[in-house]
Nanobody, 126 residues
């Protein structure tokens, strides 16, 4: 059974940091690209960051330089999102997702992701 379970969300002041984690199980994690997406109330889901199985990384323009995606294939089958310099506009539900295609050019499109977690709420107070 495939599972993606996010954790680490919460309430933080503007300028603060959070580290999101996503625990993956039930599929061959090391062969999948992983992505983080977010959805704010009344808005469409949007791409945040992705990392291929080989470690190629891509970020959305508005998080570049503030957020860092990483993954642990060897031991824990985890993917992380370190978020620094948080802004109120970063407030959203953040979800991780798994994509077996591993092509960096498509990883910003949620339709290509096969598995999704339930999400974790991130709220940034001004």
């Amino acid at each position: 059974q495939v599972q993606l379970v996010e954790s680490g969300g919460g309430l933080v002041q503007a300028g603060g940091s959070l580290r999101l984690s996503c625990a993956a199980s039930g599929f061959t994690f090391s062969t999948y690209a992983m992505g983080w997406f977010r959805q704010a109330p009344g808005k469409e889901r949007e791409f945040v960051a992705s990392i291929t199985s080989s470690g190629r990384i891509d970020y959305a323009t508005d998080v570049k330089g503030r957020f860092t995606i990483s993954r642990d294939n060897a031991k824990n089958t985890m993917v992380y999102l370190q978020m620094n310099g948080l802004k109120p506009e970063d407030t959203a539900v953040y979800s991780c997702a798994a994509n077996r295609l591993n092509r960096i050019t498509i990883l910003s499109n949620p339709v290509y992701y096969a598995y999704w977690g339930q999400g974790t709420q991130v709220t940034v107070a001004s």
